[in-house]
Antibody, heavy 116, light 108 residues
Framework: EVQLVESGGGLVQPGRSLRLSCTAS????????MNWVRQAPGKGLEWVGF??????????SYAASVKGRFAISRDDSKSIAYLQMNSLKTEDTAVYYC???????WGQGTLVTVSS | SYELTQVPSVSVSPGQTARITCSGD??????AYWYQQKSGQAPVLLIFEDSERLSGIPERFSGSTSGTMATLTISGAQVEDEADYYC???????????FGGGTKLTVL
């Protein structure tokens, strides 16, 4: 069974950093791109970025709203994808989901609250 | 930047057909995907590659595309289908993923 489990969320002050992890199981992790998607309270889904699998050299792409502040990486040996979030803003407050490939499987999400 | 446009809300009576649309300039070249999200839950993929239904999804859910518009059709909508529905696709380069703004379906 495919499982994705996000962790690392919490309360953080504006301007600080936070790293989220997504631990995967039930599939060959290295064969898949991994995406991060977020949802602010009461709002719609917003794609954050993705990292491609090893066949595509692990290249990344990001939404304009986070480019230059967020970075996605992966450790295929541990089946974990990471989302490093720097220079956090209050508008980054959201539930962050990790998703597989063409977004066919989702974790349950982890809440990030940016507030002083 | 690329955008996908959805109507904010659709309302039908139980047993009626609900149609939820998603428009975007790149849809003739890029696949559309459809998700259902119920309150407090993670999104669930219903339709991939425009019209393929994921295993386990009821047959009343179907997808289609025509030109720059993708459509999710729920034939014989049921009360339990009340949810937010999102389309997603990519821009023409394939490097940027975009979600529609979501459509709230009411069945009553």
């Amino acid at each position: 069974e495919v499982q994705l489990v996000e962790s690392g969320g919490g309360l953080v002050q504006p301007g600080r950093s936070l790293r989220l992890s997504c631990t995967a199981s039930g599939f060959t992790f290295g064969d898949y791109a991994m995406n991060w998607v977020r949802q602010a309270p009461g709002k719609g889904l917003e794609w954050v970025g993705f990292i491609r699998g090893k066949a595509y050299a692990g290249t990344t792409s990001y939404a304009a709203s986070v480019k230059g502040r967020f970075a996605i990486s992966r450790d295929d040996s541990k089946s974990i994808a990471y989302l490093q979030m720097n220079s956090l803003k209050t508008e980054d407050t959201a539930v962050y989901y990790c998703t597989r490939g063409v977004l066919d499987r989702w974790g349950q999400g982890t809440l990030v609250t940016v507030s002083s | 930047s690329y955008e996908l446009t959805q109507v904010p809300s659709v309302s039908v009576s139980p047993g009626q057909t609900a149609r939820i649309t998603c428009s975007g300039d790149a849809l003739p070249k890029k696949y559309a995907y459809w998700y259902q999200q119920k309150s407090g839950q993670a999104p669930v993929l219903l339709i991939f590659e425009d019209s393929e239904r994921l295993s386990g999804i009821p047959e009343r859910f179907s997808g289609s595309t025509s030109g720059t518009m993708a459509t999710l059709t729920i034939s014989g909508a049921q009360v339990e289908d009340e949810a937010d529905y999102y389309c997603y696709s990519t821009d023409s380069s394939g490097d940027l993923v975009v979600f529609g703004g979501g459509t709230k379906l009411t069945v009553l």
